[in-house]
């Protein structure tokens, strides 16, 4: 497997073919290639795919997880890293931050992508015009998901659906409701011409495009942009996709991150792809070039305590992310019938340094895979933990570096314990979303009968099952709400629990005009120093610095300098 570039004037195209596998991109090099060749079947091929490549600079590397998790009410920050003050919303966090930079740039080179290869489409001769129409509708379902995370991160933003061969300082901030129609636009278009499944998986198809722009319309229907149906439309595509393919909720909601057979399973409607392959991994340096870091971020410093060391099993404790009282006292609050709190964390850690050791005040001797660590996620009666042959650490003990670990992203696959290549893939639309979204868009547009049932369908999911078929029903009948129970509030709490740490909370607090109430409420980090302002990111000094005209043609966010 080789690395394969196409450069058309200022522009770079990391594209490639998709490997027997049928997995993700495997790369080689081609440099300084003509307009000619990307007119042709191959390089028009290349360059669809070159453009799915920027996924892979946002999705599970820590700036994505910085912008979309930090600084909610679901996540504040562990003990380490160097953006805390992203999620504390002090004055550092400013136009010059290089995440909110990289962000911008790597998003704006993915439209780039799209557009330069639809604007050579007509132009390839020698393959299928229905192929061509697919390739095409491909691009069109990525240039909007591109432009509906600007518009949700920075609101206006530059608009354009035209490639840029060279250089220009020309640029505006085009507004949101023109943003808005073009995502919707370009997806109306993919659902019009994709197919229901690809031969190529991780290419973008109908459903995809179905729940993206659900999930679009849910967002646009309470912003500046809203559109009298938003509402009706975001739940009507939601239950085409639940309703009229082969997708399903799986049993266990476990099984949803085993890594391999979750990956690839019923409810994974489309998914980010990453690789074993340490060349492809990574779309860039910026993107941290590990693939699928997302293994790192959410761990607590387990490798220090008696009877551990950092290893492959238990993963790299970054300590980024330490998730609130708010997470684990009131979203995880029901642990005899929700099963979510004990498929979502890690509470026990197996010696992997066996020896002996001074533990609740007596000498302890592990053996490998002894029981060496314990988070019971509550208090134990003093006596209890005192005969406890291992560390216990309870809620009162929770520090920056020691908390539950959120395991939905470990990576125990990886050949060794400092191997950053992450190869995951980052489940980006799942049915339990989907269910989620016709739920809020069902509710607000008045049918809550639909609203109740599809919320109820995730819940039921995630109660106790297997014990013996009473205590199941109790479970499952336990876990079941009616309308009157149906609130927005609700609505957050389950997707806090059902899609934690998944790059959606900050945008979902955003969307619900919730953010600043919230992290005021619940993030201790964050709460003293956020305003309104903060509902919107700083935009990149350097696209004010080399637009002609600078703030005048292309105006700060107000709050940021």
């Not at 028009?44 to 009410?73: C, I, K, P, Q, W």
């Amino acid at each position: 497997m080789m690395n394969k570039k196409i450069l058309i004037g200022f522009i770079t195209l990391c594209v490639g073919i998709f490997g027997s596998c049928k997995r993700m991109l495997d790369e080689e090099i081609r440099s300084q290639v003509s307009d000619e060749y990307i007119s042709t079947p191959e390089g028009f091929e290349d360059g669809v795919r070159a453009a799915y490549s920027t996924l892979r600079t946002f999705h599970a590397n820590e700036m994505g997880m910085t912008l979309t998790v930090f600084g909610t009410d679901t996540y504040t920050m562990g003990s380490d890293g160097s953006y805390k003050f992203i999620n504390e919303y002090t004055s550092q966090f400013d136009p010059r931050v290089d995440f909110v930079g990289n962000l911008w740039n790597d998003l704006y080179i993915g439209i780039n992508t799209c557009n330069t290869v639809i604007d050579r489409s007509a132009d390839v001769e020698g393959l299928p015009e229905e192929q061509k129409n697919v390739r095409t509708s491909e691009l069109m379902f990525l240039r909007a998901y591109y432009y509906f995370t600007l518009v949700q991160q920075f609101g206006a933003v530059h608009l354009t659906t035209t490639g840029t061969t060279e250089a220009t300082t020309e640029a505006s901030r085009t507004p949101v409701a023109e943003v808005y129609q073009l995502i919707e636009d370009d997806l109306r278009t993919a659902i019009a011409n994709l197919p229901d499944t690809q031969n190529d998986y991780g290419r973008a198809t109908k459903p995809a495009a179905e729940h993206l722009l659900a999930r679009v319309l849910l967002t646009r229907a309470s912003s500046e942009a809203a559109q009298d149906s938003d509402y009706a439309d975001a739940a009507a595509l939601a239950e085409q996709v639940i309703n009229n393919y082969n997708f399903r909720l799986l049993d266990d909601f476990a099984s949803v991150f085993e890594q391999g057979t979750g990956e690839r399973s019923e409810e994974v409607i489309w998914a980010v792809q990453y690789t074993r392959n340490a060349i492809t991994n990574g779309a860039n340096a910026d993107a941290d070039g590990t693939g699928n870091a997302a293994h790192r971020y959410f761990l607590m410093e387990y490798d220090i305590l008696p009877g551990m060391n950092r290893n492959v099993t238990d993963g790299q404790p970054w300590k980024r992310f330490m998730p609130t009282d708010y997470t684990l006292e009131i979203l995880f609050e029901d642990r005899v019938n929700d099963t979510r709190y004990k498929k979502s964390f890690k509470d026990v850690f197996y010696c992997s340094r066996p020896g002996t050791y001074n533990v609740n005040n007596k000498q302890v001797t592990y053996q490998l895979g002894d029981t060496a660590v314990w988070l019971p996620g509550y208090q134990l009666d003093p006596e209890v933990r005192a005969s406890k042959n291992f560390l216990v650490i309870e809620p009162s003990n929770y520090t920056q570096r020691l908390y539950p670990t959120l395991t939905k992203f470990l990576d125990p696959e990886r050949p060794d314990m400092n191997y950053e290549q992450g190869s995951r893939d980052f489940l980006a639309f799942r049915l339990a979303e989907t269910c989620l979204i016709a739920a809020e868009a069902f509710m607000y547009s008045g049918n809550m009968d639909k609203a109740v049932e599809y919320i109820n369908m995730v819940r039921a999911r995630a109660a106790y099952n297997g014990l013996d078929e009473a205590e199941d029903e109790t479970h499952r009948q336990a876990m079941l709400i009616d309308a009157s129970q149906l609130t927005i509030d609700f609505i957050l709490e389950e997707r806090g629990r059902e899609l934690l740490g998944e790059q959606l909370r900050w945008y979902d607090l955003v969307r619900t005009h919730q953010l600043v109430d919230r992290v005021q409420q619940y993030n201790p980090d964050g709460g003293n120093n956020i305003r309104e302002h903060h509902v919107l990111r700083p935009i990149p000094q350097d696209q004010i610095d080399r637009t002609e005209g600078g703030t005048s043609s292309f105006p700060q966010n107000p709050g940021y300098n």
